[in-house]
């Protein structure tokens, strides 16, 4: 069992950076893939990016490449996303995901976060 927590969102015009951190407590959070998934108003939730549990192997959206950087640090139990020249259509509620597993790739997880509000204006 891990428990996620969502930090770092805010408001940020277009063309600003913010990064987004999610802290990990429970079971070793070496062990875990994990992935960053985003929901805009009316929208389903959709995939932005995804490591694994070493975090040598990452992935992501097509709409977000060459702009977001996901990372993971095991020693501080916490996953990254760097995210570059933001623009409105990222605005969404922001959620890290983790699955226990070694498997690569992974787009399925087990345990969700709250969540963190990311608002960019133009």
């Known amino acids: 069992q891990v428990q996620l927590a969502e930090s770092g969102g805010g408001l940020v015009q277009a063309g600003g950076s913010l990064r987004l951190s999610c802290t990990a407590s429970?079971?070793?959070?070496?062990?875990?893939?994990m992935g960053w998934f985003r929901q805009a108003p009316g929208k389903e939730r959709e995939f932005v990016a995804a490591i694994s549990w070493g975090g040598s192997n990452t992935d992501y959206a097509d709409s977000v490449k060459d702009r977001f950087t996901v990372s993971k640090v095991n020693a501080e139990n916490t996953l990254y996303l760097q995210m570059n020249n933001l623009k409105p259509p990222d605005t969404a509620i922001y959620y890290c995901a983790a699955r226990y597993t070694a498997q690569w790739p992974n787009y399925e997880f087990d345990y969700w976060g709250q969540g963190t509000q990311v608002t960019v204006s133009s």
């Open positions: 429970g079971r070793a959070f070496r062990t875990y893939a």
